[in-house]
Structures are given as C-alpha cells and as structure tokens.
C-alpha cells in the first residue's frame, strides 16, 4: 500500500495518446501553421523541466494548489495498480492523500522528451523518499503536456516503481 500511495505522488508523470507528436528522430523544429515561427523543442524541453522542477518541489513543500493547476482541467492521471484519476478535481483529492503521506525527497530526470506546439511528451527516471520509514523508490514515468490557457500543463501522466511485484500470498 505504501508503495502504491507513494508512486502516486508522482502524479506529473506520465501518459497515453501521443498521437500527432513527433518521434524521437524528427527535427527539433517545425513550422507553425500559418506561422512563420519555428516550434523550438529544445526550448521546450527547457520549459517542461523547469516545470517537472517546481512539480517535485512542491510535493516536498506540500503546496498542493501549485500541484493541482499544473493539471489540465480534463487531465487524467494512471496512477499503478489503481483505477484512473480523471478531471483536477478528483486529481487534488489524490494530491492530498500523497502529500499527507510524507514525501522528504522527490527528483525527475527526462531521459527523453519529443513532441509538437500541439502536445508535449517528457519520459524519464523518478526517485522519491517518503514516509517515516524513508522509503525510498525509483521508477519511471511518462507526461504528456498540453497547453490550456497559454500554459503547459499536464494532460496524462503514468508512471511506476522499479521495485518488483511482490510475490501473492
């Protein structure tokens, strides 16, 4: 229970419909659609990182109103072993329950990260302590980012420890 509670937490992470995006191999750029302004992924890479940075920070913190709009209003979080959370307000109820678990230590690290102006795909490596104990885990996830009132927010999100299943009873 606890590592599923836990695993949870990293609700930022990760995701289902990349469709429409680029593949890892495409340009860095593409044109916009009536646009002479190129599509800067790297710049975008930027941007995401430094959001996945204040999404860490605030389960550490606890400031679960920045956690809850970094959401799109429709998001849809696959949290493992559980049923989905859909819409920023189911996800603020999950939030809670994590950040009352205790996490003192969160980090994100993209390993990949591909996409267009439409979507936004980040995939990479999580380590989290929480708990009394300090549990610690490491795992992995995948976001998928959209823009929803001029900003990227988190539309799916998945992920999971590297911990083997414990054997059934």
Not at 14 to 25: I, L
Not at 153 to 162: A, E, F, G, L
Request: charged share 25%; glycine share 6%; net charge positive.
């Amino acid at each position: 229970m606890k590592r599923i509670l836990s695993t949870a937490v990293v609700l930022a992470l990760m995701a289902a419909g990349t469709v429409g995006c680029n593949d890892a191999k495409s340009p860095t750029n593409s044109t916009t659609k009536g646009s002479t302004m190129k599509f800067d992924l790297a710049a975008m890479r930027k941007v995401i990182e430094e959001n996945n940075s204040r999404f860490t920070k605030a389960h550490v913190t606890g400031d679960a109103p920045l956690i809850d709009n970094m959401f799109t209003r429709d998001a849809k979080v696959l949290p493992p072993q559980s049923p989905p959370v859909i819409g920023r307000e189911a996800i603020a109820k999950l939030t809670a329950d994590y950040i009352a678990f205790g996490i003192s230590e969160f980090t994100e690290e993209t390993t990949d990260f591909y996409g267009n102006e439409n979507l936004l795909i980040d995939q990479g490596n999580y380590v989290m302590v929480y708990g009394k104990e300090k549990t610690v885990e490491k795992g992995k996830y995948v976001n998928v980012w959209k823009k929803e009132d001029g900003s990227w927010k988190i539309y799916s999100n998945i992920w999971n420890t590297n911990a083997p299943t414990a054997p059934a009873k």
